[in-house]
């Protein structure tokens, strides 16, 4: 599947794996333009690191229930500056919200997520503490194309993070987003690569 180069980066908090993929382009490990960064968040922090960078920022708020009385209407306003920036691409790099299933439905395996954990162990919120308090001794990060199945997409690449006798969940977190930011950028490569195919749940190389 040909996917063009041009990322939509959805994020909103700090933007540490935002920041990766700027990087990894910089340094010549990644072929691609970041046409737009777009937080839902007005004082999310990955917003400065974007204007720092001079890439172009988008603030949408979903808040503002006068512009977006519903999920639908607020997401048709993302795939509408997504789509005038012809974004092939879209990478959700700590977005705080479940895509509509129209959202989804614009951009099929084409849009990228990453989770720290090794789905399908401990999806949704908080998978690092959920990790750490079942007490496994191996978790990890995923990044995966999104469906409609929260964070149940097929896994494009994956990682595994030992999980230390004495970690708590901060230290656990701490090692498992350090791992974020170097598999994140190489899981985009992939996908953009093009010799991949989806046969039902698996994410498959040629």
Known sequence: ??????LGIL????????QAI???????KLDAVIAVVISNRPGAEGILR????GIETLVIDHTDRGRFPTRELYDEEILGQLKARNVGLVCLA???????????????NSILNIHPSLLPAFPGINAQYQAWEHGVKKT??????????LDGGPIVLQEVVPVLDNDDAEALSAR??????????EAIR???QGDWRVEGRRFIRS
């Open 140 to 149: 990890g990060v995923t990044v995966h194309l999104v469906n409609a199945e």
């Open 94 to 108: 700590g977005f705080m919200r479940v895509l509509s299933a129209k959202f989804i439905s614009e951009y099929p």
């Open 1 to 6: 599947m040909n996917v063009p180069r041009r």
């Open 176 to 185: 498992i987003l350090e791992r974020e930011h170097v598999i994140y950028p």
């Open 11 to 18: 994020l909103s908090g700090r933007g540490t794996n935002f």
């Open 22 to 28: 700027v990087d990894a382009i910089a340094d010549g």
């Open 50 to 53: 974007a204007r720092e960078a």
């Open 190 to 192: 992939i996908v953009l």
